[in-house]
């Protein structure tokens, strides 16, 4: 799998969301995607998937533009859990997945053993099987985002593209998801994640996009891109950010926008010699 973005901008009623975003992503790559509310990362994450027309620019997967291509043929490589779904409907769990497996039937088909099967598995392994026949409307936020969730796994796609997937999960569900995530992206599919839990990314993916006001500002290792500077200029706070003594993972400590000081909250003699801080004070 091969993905080129280059030079996309998009514009939605009048007003530009995205500027002159130019990246490649290529197989295995477990991709965060951070930054402020309202700054285009769900709009970053549907343009991929081809469904706001571009201003400038192309999306190329695989050697061909998405915009070319027709919506099932995108469904055969490109997944998209997104962010709000029409709920006005008596649906099972079940049968909402069910529906992920339409871009490999032609129109008088039924469903075959092999996709009850995957249906099946990835309800499992999603942790909802037990409420396959339960109405999808019915269900608790978390349990929805789980359905939904399953429902973009049931693709079987190359890529997935997922927009916030452990919203009203817990704490365990929301690091199972991500755990899962990168065991997919080990076994060879590339995963785009909307997500607001910097720990969690810098914890599980093997890049951020960092997008703020339209721009991408930052693009890299979470390491290079969870920085003290970037984190003040894309969301205008005041952090320290450090590697954790104990566990590979980067920390990120917020301090209150008007601190001139470090002192007040420290403990100890020591600080992280890896340690950046920006103070808005």
């Known amino acids: 799998m091969e993905l080129s973005v280059e030079h996309l901008s998009v514009s939605l009623s009048n007003q530009q969301i995205l500027h002159d975003i130019s990246l490649q992503a290529k197989r295995g790559e477990f991709i965060g995607i951070i930054g402020p509310n309202g700054s285009g990362k769900t709009t970053f994450l549907k343009a991929l998937r081809g469904l706001y027309p571009f201003t400038e620019g ?26 709000s779904v029409n709920l006005n409907f008596g649906y099972t769990a079940r049968e909402i997945v069910m529906t992920a497996r339409y871009p490999y039937l032609k129109w008088w088909q ?61 704490l365990v569900y929301a690091d199972e ?40 500002v930052a693009d890299g290792l979470p390491k290079e891109v969870l920085t003290a500077k ?38 100890g003699n020591t600080l992280p010699p890896d340690m950046t801080v920006e103070l808005n004070g």
Not at 185 to 214: M, N, P, Q, W, Y
């Open 58 to 83: 192309a999306v190329i997967l695989n050697g061909d533009s998405i915009a070319q291509r027709s919506d099932k043929e995108i469904a055969r490589q490109v997944a998209c859990m997104q962010q």
């Open 110 to 170: 039924n469903e075959s053993a092999n996709d009850e099967n995957v249906v099946e598995t990835v309800m499992k392994n999603v942790g909802i099987w037990h409420l396959r026949d339960r109405a999808v409307n019915e269900l608790s936020g978390g349990e929805r985002q789980r359905v939904f969730l399953a429902k973009a796994l049931a693709q079987e796609t190359e890529l997935l593209l997922l927009d916030e997937p452990t919203a009203a999960l817990d």
């Open 177 to 216: 998801i991500f755990r899962q995530g990168r065991q997919h992206c080990e076994s060879g599919k590339t995963i785009f994640i909307v997500v607001h839990d910097l720990e969690l990314a810098a914890k599980f993916c093997t890049r951020l996009l960092l997008i703020s006001d339209g721009y991408l």
């Open 230 to 267: 970037n984190l003040k200029k894309a969301f205008h706070l005041s952090a320290a950010v450090y590697e954790d003594p104990y566990f590979t993972q980067q920390r990120i400590f917020v301090f209150p926008n008007d601190a001139t000081d470090i002192e007040p909250y420290r403990r």
